[in-house]
């Protein structure tokens, strides 16, 4: 008997980095041999350190992220092929696709499930109107192609589940709730931080709203800042504000410490398939004011005032009132950081491992036993 091994695809820019390094960890401590295979520019060197320390190994293919190649699906079609063949040379137990796009390429030697974190079709369902423009349009039907391809699917919640079945006509994906592992035990955030506002992400990303945060700073007496970035990653756009104060991107260690900070955590999210942002803010017991969207009342209800995400003066009046009801604020922290708990690494790891069953892979335990 020997561990099973098993091939997960990674980027190192965004969240999925993130979500795939608390997993691999947790696959580690459950015995299960992982692999990450990264797209998209290379890793940096803390992003290597942190995968070897946990006992990871790791691949950076040089194959570019969906979003990012061509104008045509060649280069999307050659980065499946790699990671096909990859799955092929360190003996992948199974594949573990955190984009079901990279399955268009037949040949895997291994069943295939495929997380569907974000599309551009339910992006711009949530986002736009009207037609989607041919770019979106053929991205998504080589999407299709590879959720179809899978052998499981799976969303970080049901209501993303949901509208990624609507978009692209396919079966319901299983639903495992992302998870982090909170910093060391503080101070609850909504006692002990300033009174001010707090927002996290992609500041340039029309689906994260922050406009209308922008917005109802100037109806409020109190700070809003933001972190994150504000360029366009593949173009020349930049957004800009003029009333929160950005403060640049901070690395998670940066974000925590603003956390504590700051009494008040917001989002006016348009779009939000989990939300690790809300999720940090809850860990650390911020009173959450977050726009009224599926997801957020999924995994946030009675835990957080909701206000309709295109409102500003509603934001800040909800800011205003927990200002004026430090009690409220305190109570809403104390809910929130209690429901945060549903959303552990542990918990995500053994989701996936549920689902890792099902798909026949068992652990070295199980195997054993």
């Not at 990264?38 to 942190?50: F, I």
């Not at 911020?286 to 003066?313: H, K, N, Q, Y």
Request: hydrophobic share 50%.
């Amino acid at each position: 008997m020997s561990p099973p091994r098993v091939l997960m695809t990674a980027d190192a820019v965004g969240g999925v980095w993130t979500y795939a390094l608390d997993l691999a960890e947790g696959l580690v401590g459950a015995g299960v041999r992982t692999t990450l295979a990264v797209l998209g520019p290379a890793p940096n060197a803390a992003q290597r350190e942190a995968s070897r320390r946990i006992g990871v190994d790791m691949i950076a293919t040089e194959s570019p992220l969906d979003w990012a190649a061509g104008v045509s699906a060649a280069e999307i079609e050659a980065a499946a092929r790699t990671i096909a063949g990859l799955a092929q040379t360190v003996g992948a137990d199974l594949v573990h696709l955190n984009s079901p796009i990279l399955a268009t390429a037949g040949n895997y030697p291994a069943p295939l499930l495929g997380v569907c974190h974000s599309c551009l079709p339910t992006w711009w369902r949530a986002v736009k109107a009207g037609p989607m423009p041919e770019d979106f349009r053929w991205r998504g039907g080589l999407l299709r192609r590879g959720m179809s391809a899978c052998d499981a699917l799976v969303a970080p919640s049901a209501a993303f589940g949901q509208a990624t079945a609507e978009a692209h006509g396919a079966p319901l994906p299983a639903v495992v709730h992302n998870g982090r592992r909170p910093a060391p035990q503080a101070a609850l955030a909504a006692e002990a931080g300033e009174a001010a506002v707090f927002t996290s992400g992609r500041l340039w990303d029309e689906g994260k709203n922050v406009g209308v945060l922008d917005a109802a700073a100037a109806m409020t007496a109190l700070p809003l800042r933001a972190a994150g970035p504000l360029h366009e990653p593949l173009g020349s756009g930049r957004a800009r504000f003029e009333n929160l104060q950005p403060l640049g991107e901070l690395g998670s260690s940066g974000v925590r410490e603003q956390l504590a900070a700051h009494r008040i955590y917001a989002s006016a999210a348009l779009y939000e398939p989990f939300g690790l942002g809300v999720l940090e803010a809850a860990q650390a017991g911020c009173a959450l004011v977050l726009s009224d969207i599926p997801t957020f009342r999924e995994l946030w209800e009675g835990m957080a005032l909701f206000v309709p995400a295109d409102a500003p003066a509603a934001f800040a009046a909800a800011f205003d009132r927990l200002t004026a009801d430090p009690d409220l604020a305190v109570h809403l922290g104390e809910a929130a950081r209690t429901r945060a708990g549903r959303y552990s690494v542990h918990a995500m790891t053994a989701g996936t491992l549920d689902l890792y069953r099902r798909l026949g892979i068992e652990t070295e335990r199980e195997q054993a036993a």
